[in-house]
């Protein structure tokens, strides 16, 4: 009986330990600053991400967008792109799962310039993310802090 029950344990333990999921990061983050939030998501086995709310979200200047109306997506290298709303427009794809907490091989895409880079992600702990954008290697681009 003692062996059965010493057998049991050791079956949840292992099963626990393989199924193991990298860290939980889908749900809303918050860019620093809080000028925008971020929805993560899984799409099939990576994540993506898209913008969800903005603290600014029409145009104050006039030199940015006609003032009042919703920000679009004005520097998309492509024309027909441009008209989508920031709000709701995805800036992150396939990231891919790299250990427990670290996801890499992504793009990110940056509406204020329009254009696209290579990205990589790391929970630094349950409440911080680290997004880094980059061009060829991770050593030239930028760190973004996104938190809960």
Known sequence: MK???VMVFLLIIATTAFSAAPGDISGLWISAGGDSWLELFPCGDKICGKIVWLKVPRYIDSNDGPIGKTKVDRKNPE???RNRP??????IR?????GANRWENGSC???ESGKRYSCSMKLVSPARLELRGYIGISLIGRTFSLTR
């Open 109 to 111: 895409y940056n509406p």
């Open 3 to 5: 062996i059965s029950i």
């Open 79 to 81: 024309p027909a792109l």
């Open 86 to 91: 920031i709000i709701g427009l995805q800036i």
């Open 94 to 98: 396939g990231l891919t799962a790299k």
